[in-house]
T-cell receptor, first 117, second 112 residues
Framework: DAGITQSPRYKITETGRQVTLMCHQTWSHSYMFWYRQDLGHGLRLIYY???????DKGEVPDGYVVSRSKTENFPLTLESATRSQTSVYFC????????????????FGQGTRLTVV | LAKTTQPISMDSYEGQEVNITCSHNNIATNDYITWYQQFPSQGPRFIIQ???TKVTNEVASLFIPADRKSSTLSLPRVSLSDTAVYYCLVGLYGGATNKLIFGTGTLLAVQP
């Protein structure tokens, strides 16, 4: 199916464990993003990627690692999960804005609810 | 990136027009203004985007004054299903960076 999918939808892990959240998009969009959303808060950008093998930090990158070996995948890894990383994680993708300032609507996945116990 | 300021919450009734204003005093020349809508337990969804004056689509209108230091999202005749959080984003499009930074958003509660 076309679109952007995240897996798993729900995950419970223990403190100190490594966990990877997956994000896959079928549009070949250049840009991909990872956000976290905590209860009662807005979305905070963790990392983003402009293309395969190009990633950059967002607002709250500490404790997270990303990679983008293929355009369609953008996994997010919590190297050693902490309770403060309990959150809902959203992945998004968009086309490159290019030089004409064209509309770069971002499409979001359904989210992964991660609980660290 | 330009910082945005929106009301934390707004209340309305079904059938009314709702206007949500966003302030972005230090908007840059190349910045576009984009609004997203988010329902509970879902990812945000693009509503509308504009650069200046007025933009209208099937969902909403976006009004941007000449100085572009603010913008207003207008939702005509809201229904209960319009209850959601609305985010205003100001970001650089047309350059090398497409970093989407969301603020805290405005929680719109529509009552019968």
């Amino acid at each position: 199916d076309a679109g952007i999918t995240q897996s798993p939808r729900y995950k419970i892990t223990e403190t100190g464990r490594q966990v990877t959240l997956m994000c896959h998009q079928t549009w070949s969009h250049s840009y991909m993003f990872w956000y976290r959303q905590d209860l009662g808060h807005g979305l905070r950008l963790i990392y983003y990627s402009a293309a395969a093998d190009i990633t950059d930090k967002g607002e709250v990158p500490d404790g997270y690692v990303v990679s983008r070996s293929k355009t369609e995948n953008f996994p997010l890894t919590l190297e050693s999960a902490t309770r403060s990383q309990t959150s809902v994680y959203f992945c998004a993708s968009s086309e490159s804005p290019g030089t004409l300032g064209l509309n770069t609507e971002a499409f979001f996945g359904q989210g992964t609810r991660l609980t660290v116990v | 990136l330009a910082k945005t300021t929106q009301p934390i919450s707004m209340d309305s009734y079904e059938g009314q027009e709702v206007n949500i204003t966003c302030s972005h005093n230090n908007i840059a020349t190349n910045d576009y203004i984009t609004w997203y809508q988010q329902f509970p337990s879902q990812g945000p969804r693009f509503i509308i985007q504009g650069y200046k004056t007025k933009v209208t689509n099937e969902v909403a209108s976006l009004f941007i004054p000449a100085d572009r230091k603010s913008s207003t999202l207008s939702l005509p005749r809201v229904s209960l299903s319009d209850t959601a959080v609305y985010y205003c984003l100001v970001g650089l499009y047309g350059g090398a960076t497409n970093k989407l930074i969301f603020g805290t958003g405005t929680l719109l509660a529509v009552q019968p």
